[in-house]
């Protein structure tokens, strides 16, 4: 992912958080803020996960 992408988003994009199908609810702007709430939920097992554009209904149910 593109440092530029990573910071700032794209236009009318929502990012989650992946591993194993999408995890923990997070919907966020910007694949960094949603890190950031992964990390405030779980800590440093954050590592773990991966910040993913989300499909364009949002979360998936």
Known sequence: MKQSIYYHGEPNA???IWKDGWK???CEDTPMLAMARLYQKIGHEAKKYEPRRLPKGGLPK
Do not use: A, T
């Open 14 to 16: 929502k990012y989650g």
């Open 24 to 26: 923990f609810e997070v």
